[in-house]
């Protein structure tokens, strides 16, 4: 069991000792839901009501919230995960202490914060947190000056679980150049940034025709499906369009035709 020291980083304690009770170890968890412990001996451990807030699908902060959000900020952006993730209520005490803490998010490298962001936004329930980050200003550690609309934070459950399609349809309304820093600064993979910004810029695209979605998968190729998608729940298509994408054969990368390097060499 453990005993955490002070953070002077709003990340990592400066310390750790180590003791022989539970309760102390628990005392230093994030939420209640995960301050719980089980032997084979003393049965259930739960100091904190964590059984009873899963039952009733609450996500509460272990003691005062603004403590644990001081000790390591990142909970902040966690505790929205875990809603998005679950489809949990934050308890109010702790998501006002959330906002109220927001700024010891300038602390956390942006890689983490990228990481809670993307499973945020992928996972069923995202519409809520995401409301509930830009009423308290968290969304700014994120996003920066970008504000996504009402729209497109009730549409996003909708759109294709994947990390390039969500952070794409979520970054419609901006420019490719505020979307590309957006990006940038979250340090995102070059894939992601690519498939993204190909996703924003094409959301809005009409595609009418056969000839529409053929030249969609020709310039966005594995992310065609995302921007028609997009492209439907925004209006600017029918709902015919996911299946015109989907009914083209044209290939989209060179490993998918069907000549190879051995073809090439026998004709010469």
Not at 5 to 12: A, F, M, N
Not at 137 to 163: F, N
Not at 172 to 181: G, L, M, Q, V
Request: glycine share 8%; hydrophobic share 40%.
């Amino acid at each position: 069991y453990r005993i955490d020291g002070s953070y002077t980083d709003s990340r990592h304690p400066d310390e750790v000792c180590f003791t022989r009770s539970i309760g102390e170890d628990l005392a230093r968890r994030d939420f209640t839901v995960n301050a719980m412990a089980w032997s084979g001996e003393r049965g259930l451990v739960d100091l904190y009501g964590g059984r009873e807030d899963l039952e009733r699908k609450i996500i509460r902060a272990v003691g005062k919230p603004e403590r644990r959000f001081e000790e390591d900020a990142l909970r902040i952006l966690r505790a929205f995960r875990f809603s998005a993730q679950l489809g949990f209520s934050i308890e109010r005490g702790t998501l006002l202490a959330a906002g109220a803490k927001r700024e010891g998010l300038s602390n956390i490298a942006k890689e983490r914060i990228c990481t809670e962001f993307i499973k945020l936004i992928c996972s069923p329930y995202p519409t809520e947190p995401l409301a509930q980050m830009c009423e308290l200003g968290v969304i700014g550690y994120v996003l920066r000056d970008y504000r996504p609309s009402a729209e497109l934070i009730t549409l996003l459950p909708q759109m294709q679980s994947d990390d390039e399609a969500r952070l794409g349809f979520l970054l419609s309304d901006a420019s490719e150049s505020e979307a590309r820093e957006i990006l940038c600064s979250l340090k995102c993979s070059n894939r992601q940034k690519s498939g993204a910004i190909s996703v924003a810029k094409s959301a809005r695209r009409q595609i009418a025709n056969a000839r529409d979605a053929a030249r969609l998968c020709s310039e966005l190729r594995e992310n065609a499906p995302f921007a028609a998608r997009a492209s439907v729940l925004l209006g600017a298509s029918e709902d015919c369009a996911t299946e015109l994408v989907g009914n083209n054969r044209a290939p989209r990368s060179i490993a998918e035709l069907d000549i190879g390097g051995e073809d090439l060499i026998s004709l010469g």
